[in-house]
């Protein structure tokens, strides 16, 4: 079993940065990809961005391009979404994922989610 517990979510006025933590336990860490997604009220969950299990293949969708970087550290079976010139429009909670490829996960076929870390952002 794996278990994906997400923290840094908070309240930022737009044009700040937040950094999300998403720390991992269980099935080995450092061999699945793993990615952020995003729901808000009334909308799917979209993708956000993802990294490999090496770390060194990353993929962001459109609207984030940019402004967030993922990034891993294996040691700390952690992985981050630093999230920079934040919009309004990035509010949402954001869950964390894992899954067995980067190009798995960016369809949102992933095998396990964490449980949400809510960003709001005020204009």
């Known amino acids: 079993q794996v278990q994906l517990v997400e923290s840094g979510g908070g309240l930022v006025q737009a044009g700040g940065s937040l950094r999300l933590s998403c720390a991992a336990s269980?099935?080995?860490?450092?061999?699945?990809?793993m990615g952020w997604f995003r729901q808000v009220p009334g909308k799917e969950r979209e993708f956000v961005a993802a990294?490999?299990?090496?770390?060194?293949?990353?993929n962001y969708a459109d609207s984030v391009k940019g402004r967030f970087t993922i990034y891993r550290d294996r040691a700390k079976n952690t992985i981050y979404l630093q999230m920079n010139s934040l919009k309004p429009e990035d509010t949402a909670v954001y869950y964390c994922?894992?899954?067995?490829?980067?190009?798995?996960?960016?369809?949102?076929?992933?095998?396990?989610w964490g449980q949400g870390t809510q960003v709001t952002v005020s204009s």
């Open positions: 994922a894992q899954g067995t490829s980067i190009s798995i996960v960016v369809t949102g076929r992933v095998n396990y």
């Open positions: 990294i490999s299990w090496r770390g060194d293949t990353t």
């Open positions: 269980g099935r080995a860490f450092s061999i699945y990809a």
